[in-house]
């Protein structure tokens, strides 16, 4: 089968696959459940010193990165499969919707920035979407790429072990995680929830479902907003959510 397809464009692409390369995104690499491709945007570099920066016209502190290089850039991969995303803290916040929505397609191309980052032209000529890890600035846009490849490779099928399931977890029920616990049932003269210990797993899920609810509440009233305006009625999601395995 065609491995899902990420292609990452770069100034540092000794940088992949990196943490990819361990644990799950490591094997699923390995065994070709997904590709990667990275591209030195430095290759596509036009005079004898390779530059791939320029001064920014009006002046200010920095170097941005040259349109006609990058654009270079991204014409080589041009028929590679899915979008292509800049990460950057302008763009929309990354969420579970659209890693969920990029695990089901067929790829994605990621454009990392270095410096004060790209000449404007070229994501406007090539209508790029940016898309935000979150409030803060990184020094490249690479470590953001791992991490939104990341959220969508453990979504792709056969990614997780058999025992492991996705769908009980924090967003895909809008809600945040309930409490885990292991072994020992009592450790450091702190007790499990003795309803976790009772065998009684619609009384589990209740108790699940109730400290998850709690939680989103106390911590997050924006996620717990949404979730109670949810279509249909929360506690359908929820419940399919919560479900035991
Ligand atoms: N935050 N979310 C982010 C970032 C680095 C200079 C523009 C973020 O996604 N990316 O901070 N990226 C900068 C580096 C060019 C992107």
Request: hydrophobic share 40%.
């Amino acid at each position: 089968m065609t491995p899902w397809s990420a292609t990452v464009l770069t100034l540092f692409p000794e940088m992949f696959p990196g943490p990819l390369g361990l644990s799950l995104s490591g094997k699923a690499l390995a065994t070709g459940l997904w590709s990667l491709e990275t591209v030195n945007i430095r290759d596509f570099a036009v005079d004898k010193h390779n530059t791939v920066d320029d001064t920014p016209f009006g002046g200010g502190p920095g170097m941005v990165m040259r349109p006609d290089v990058v654009d270079a850039a991204l014409a080589s991969v041009e028929d590679r499969p899915g979008p292509v995303l800049y990460l950057s803290p302008r763009g929309p916040v990354l969420d579970q919707a659209l890693s969920a929505e990029l695990a089901a397609g067929d790829g994605v191309t990621l454009l990392c920035g270095r410096y004060e980052g790209i000449d404007q032209r070229v994501l406007d000529k090539r209508n790029i979407r940016e898309v935000s890890l979150g409030d803060f600035v990184l020094s490249g846009g690479e470590l953001a790429a791992m991490a939104l490849l990341d959220a969508s490779l453990r979504l792709l099928p056969g990614y997780m072990g058999a025992e492991a399931s996705l769908d009980e977890e924090s967003f895909s029920s809008g809600l945040l995680e309930y409490p885990h616990f292991t072994r020992p049932a009592s450790w450091d003269g702190l007790d499990v929830p003795a309803v976790l210990l009772s065998g009684h797993h619609e009384n589990i899920r209740a108790w699940r479902l109730e400290q998850a609810e709690r939680i989103t509440r106390d911590r997050r009233p924006d996620l717990w907003a949404r979730y109670c305006g949810q279509e249909g009625g929360g506690d359908e999601i929820a419940k399919g959510a919560m479900s035991a395995r």
